[in-house]
Nanobody, 126 residues
């Protein structure tokens, strides 16, 4: 079956960096769009970045120019490089896949269609 597993979260100081990984199994990443989402305490989940099967990339305004999504299809892994982190970036970060998932970038989502990972916690604090 399709599985997505996030890793790389942790505690980082403001201004620092982290790289999240999303390793997928049960599907061919060559033909899959992968989205990154986050959910802060008390808030809805929001789409923040996406990588298409053609390696087009999309970003929410809140992370543009700070976060970069990339993929290594040979390793079945999609990355989210997060730089210049801010306390408001604190959230649980998820990766997910389904057809047209990149349309969720910049939007709040409350229906979780497709396949989702279990999430990884990112805390930005001094």
């Amino acid at each position: 079956q399709v599985q997505l597993v996030e890793s790389g979260g942790g505690l980082v100081q403001p201004g620092g960096s982290l790289r999240l990984s999303c390793t997928v199994s049960g599907l061919n990443l060559d033909y899959s769009d992968i989205g990154w989402f986050r959910q802060a305490p008390g808030k809805e989940r929001e789409g923040i970045a996406c990588s298409t099967d053609y390696d087009n990339k999309y970003y929410a305004d809140s992370v543009k120019d700070r976060f970069t999504v990339s993929r290594d299809n040979a390793k079945s892994t999609v990355y989210l490089q997060m730089n210049r982190l801010k306390p408001e970036d604190t959230a649980v970060y998820y990766c997910a896949t389904r057809s047209s998932i990149c349309s969720d970038v910049g939007r709040r989502v409350d229906v979780f269609r497709g396949y989702w990972g279990q999430g990884t916690q990112v805390t930005v604090s001094s």
